[in-house]
């Protein structure tokens, strides 16, 4: 990738003017199939939701002191209301990302889940009164009061930090409206766990599974953990081209030997003699402890940030403060897709390295979603250099 350098008194004529790069389309435009395919995907969640409402109401109504007014059924309103909430959200932002800002947006959202916590709050103290034994300063209500604490604290701490700090949100939606600058891109580092995400949408699945057909335990068991020893595989391990290619045909191998090896019969029986089983409490424990990891490196993304444009680099790593810039020559950046091909083709991610030229600072590296795209956008950004926007004031014949 080379720089395109732009001389000073060079004529600003037609021929000049059709050399500087042009705003591409997807970066300036919305595209109207994104929207759809966001409203087709808020669909199908709104769509599941609806379906695990219904059958968590259902077996409800099998409590023969069961009500439409019950503190359970009004936990179900809000709790699914608030989900709701979340699904709707990236499509609101993708609708209105020029028009609004997304900061106030996740005040909303916050605002959202502190009242859900202190309504299930009420709602668990109000179970808990109903036993003979309870007190106010047993260990279970104590141990509600210092989660439901750190619940709050930890929103009402990123309400604050997202007041103070410049967000990775603003620094898009700056460069997204700047008619003078086309190519940018904004990365941060996401947690490794996000190759975990078919873990949580499983151990979700697999608990509401068990709640309802406790009979499905053993199967179910084995294959949430059949996905997890996958994605805990390519997590762990960086599995280049070869030995992708020597996996595949030892797998192709495998089944032939097994299936005309006249074995299959028993590999089924000691396949059978596994016996995985957990609570739905667990599922959702393992679910969430996976969830948690990945929303806390999106969080840390918000306020820890790089954004490249043709001329400079913000690094944007102190709360509060401006970032410091590093100008094009000062820097090199690449993809490493070849780390692993597991990760690039099925996940769609890779990592981005940032070198600095004068060996002073360690290098950067930033693990990427969307990397197809964003390794194009890279490209583009690293392959251009802008004309200053001085200069073109200075220069009222001159076009970008």
């Given at each position: 990738m080379t720089e395109t350098p732009i001389q000073e008194n060079a004529p600003h004529d037609s021929a000049t003017a059709a050399a500087v790069p042009q705003p591409p389309?997807?970066?300036e435009k919305k595209r109207w199939f994104v929207v759809v395919i966001l409203v087709i995907i808020a669909v199908a969640l709104a769509a599941a939701l609806t379906l695990l409402t219904i059958?968590?109401?259902?077996?409800?109504?099998?409590n023969p002191d069961f009500s439409w007014t019950s503190r359970d059924m009004i936990a179900i309103y809000f709790t699914a209301g608030v989900i709701t909430f979340f699904v709707v959200f990236p499509i609101v932002r993708r609708m209105f990302k020029k028009k609004s800002n997304p900061k106030h947006l996740a005040y909303w959202l916050c605002f959202a889940i502190l009242l859900?916590?202190?309504f299930w709050t009420w709602n668990a103290i109000a179970t808990m009164r109903q036993s003979p034994d309870f007190s106010y300063d047993n260990s279970q209500a104590i141990a509600l009061y210092f989660a439901s604490g750190i619940m709050g604290f930890a929103i009402l701490s990123?309400?604050?930090l997202m007041r103070r700090a410049t967000t990775r949100w603003e620094m898009e939606q700056r460069l997204a409206n700047d008619d003078d600058i086309h190519d940018w891109l904004v990365i941060f580092n996401w947690s490794k766990k996000i190759l975990h995400v078919p873990t949580v949408v499983c151990a979700f699945m697999a608990a509401f599974v068990v709640w309802l057909y406790p009979e499905w335990g053993k199967p179910v068991g084995a294959?949430?953990?059949?996905v997890w020893f996958l994605c805990h595989i390519i997590e762990d391990n960086n599995i280049g081209l070869a030995v992708a290619v020597a996996i595949f045909v030892g797998v192709v191998l495998f089944v032939a030997l097994a299936v005309f090896g006249g074995v299959l019969g028993d590999i089924v029986e000691v396949a059978r003699l596994i016996s995985i089983t957990a609570s739905p409490a667990l599922y959702i424990g393992f679910g969430?402890?996976?969830l948690a990891s990945i929303a806390m490196s999106y969080i840390k993304g918000?306020?820890?940030?790089v954004a490249l444009e043709p001329n400079q680099m913000i690094v944007q790593f102190k709360i509060g403060e401006d970032g410091e810039t590093f100008q094009r020559m000062q820097y090199d950046a690449r993809v490493e897709a070849t780390v692993d091909i597991f990760e690039w083709f099925f996940f769609n991610t890779a990592t981005i390295k940032i070198q600095f030229r004068d060996g002073k600072r360690s290098p950067m590296e930033f693990y990427v979603g969307r990397i197809k795209k964003k390794a194009g956008w890279l490209s583009a950004v690293l392959g251009v250099t802008a004309i200053d926007r001085a200069d073109r004031?200075?220069?009222p014949n001159s076009t970008t």
């Open positions: 389309e997807g970066r059958e968590g109401v259902r077996k409800l109504q099998e859900m916590t202190g990123f309400v604050a294959a949430w953990f059949c969430l402890a996976y918000l306020f820890y940030y004031t200075s220069r």
